[in-house]
T-cell receptor
């Protein structure tokens, strides 16, 4: 186990709704990244947070937003859900000392109807 | 052209056989390389980092060819439990240490 937890495990929403996904990083890990993995594809980088600031973003629209809290846990918020947002959302954490080694949580599987 | 490309497979492998597959990348500034294993409906798990000199971890061997811009993974003496999707990933430090993944190669080991 990586020590990275995510909630909820599964979620069903309808188009236009908003969703918040949560991630608790491994102890001592201060950087959290979020990825979207559509069925049959590799994970795509959404954004990452370090010291409660977003410090990198992939090719995702502004309706994808996030937060990082002082305890390094993080939230991913998606507004105005679209059918194509259906995917596995993965959170990964890493420590400052080992910047390149990321540990993934089990993911949240989101289905948008 | 995609930044990272993999043959999606599936590679159907008899138990005990050797299988190898590659992952090509387009950005020559890529600095770090990894192989992740992903089981069905689970999260990716780090299998191994890939070093310039090549590295081995038990039955798994990873190689990096910077000149031709690809990495490879070889699995010897395949086990049924090796059935999974293998994702390659790379990091470009100037891009903030984000992981860029390929689409994955599916491996099915059969008795």
């Amino acid at each position: 186990e990586t020590g990275v937890t995510q909630s909820p495990t599964h979620l069903i929403k309808t188009r236009g709704q908003q969703v918040t996904l949560r991630c608790s990083s491994q102890s001592g890990h201060n950087t959290v990244s979020w990825y979207q993995q559509a069925l049959g594809q590799g994970p795509q980088f959404i954004f990452q947070y370090y010291r409660e600031e977003e410090n990198g973003r992939g090719n995702f629209p502004p309706r994808f937003s996030g937060l990082q809290f002082p305890n390094y846990s993080s939230e991913l918020n998606v507004n105005a859900l679209e059918l194509d947002d259906s995917a596995l959302y993965l959170c990964a954490s890493r420590s400052r000392a080992a910047q390149e080694t990321q540990y993934f949580g089990p993911g949240t599987r989101l289905l948008v109807l | 052209r995609k930044e990272v490309e993999q043959d999606p497979g599936p590679f159907n492998v008899p138990e005990g056989a050797t299988v190898a597959f590659n992952c090509t990348y387009s950005n020559s500034a890529s600095q770090s390389f990894f192989w992740y294993r992903q089981d069905c409906r689970k999260e990716p798990k780090l299998l191994m980092s890939v070093y310039s000199s090549g590295n081995e971890d038990g039955r798994f061997t990873a190689q990096l060819n910077r000149a031709s811009q690809y990495i490879s993974l070889l699995i010897r003496d395949s086990k049924l439990s090796d059935s999974a999707t293998y994702l390659c990933a790379l990091v470009i430090k100037a891009a903030g240490n984000k992981l860029t993944f390929g689409g994955g190669t599916r491996v099915l080991v059969k008795p």
